[in-house]
């Protein structure tokens, strides 16, 4: 059974929980201001019970500050998802030398990255507009600098890659997964970018 939520299951499970309590962290009651902006939280910690009653939507800071304890509890399962974040962040990182122009570049793009890749790691996938207006506004770069890093990040060797989302948007996941994260079975087909 995946640990996480398939990508089309997360976005049914959000929109049921945003009818049911409103987009809002039912911790801190932050409203979120980016697009499918909540975690969703399982209740007693256990992530293979998606039972309903088990499920709610948390900020970002509430979730971390509750996983935190979480793993203070049990340490075995989050120690093993940190070492993979790592490993993933350093396989991003691309250091070289050049002019102060590449040099910045490779700044932000490096920046870029390692945000993107956790952001898909930790939420299974990202609208391709939020990749690159949030990605820009993140790394402080302009949309169509963070639209040509994402591009990178999409072609044939990159980590990712685009597929039609549920209500027919593009969406970035990870190509192969990272062990953690359930491909979607319907509308897997590939999109080549440039
Ligand atoms: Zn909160």
Not at 50 to 69: A, Q
Not at 106 to 118: D, G, M, S, V
Not at 150 to 170: D, V
């Amino acid at each position: 059974m995946p640990r996480r939520w398939a990508i089309d299951t997360r976005a049914w499970a959000y929109r049921y929980l945003v009818l049911r309590d409103g987009e809002l962290c039912q911790l801190c009651h932050k409203v979120p201001t980016t697009f499918y902006g909540l975690d969703i939280d399982h209740v007693d910690g256990d992530k293979n019970n998606n039972r309903e009653s088990n499920l709610r939507l948390l900020c970002r800071r509430c979730n971390v500050s509750l996983e935190n304890k979480r793993r203070a509890v049990s340490p075995s399962v989050h120690g093993e998802r940190e070492n993979q974040r790592t490993r993933i962040v350093k396989g991003a990182v691309a250091y070289g030398e050049g002019s102060p122009e590449m040099q910045a570049n490779l700044l932000f793009e490096t920046r870029f990255r390692a945000w993107l890749l956790h952001y898909i790691k930790d939420n299974g996938f990202i609208p391709k507009h939020e990749a690159v207006n949030s990605g820009a506004e993140v790394v402080g770069c302009n949309p169509i600098t963070s639209a040509k890093y994402l591009s990178k990040l999409t072609s044939l060797y990159g980590p990712l890659r685009e597929i039609k989302g549920m209500l027919g948007e593009t969406v970035i996941v990870h190509k192969n997964g990272s062990g953690s994260h359930k491909q979607p079975d319907v509308s897997t087909q590939q999109k080549e970018t440039v």
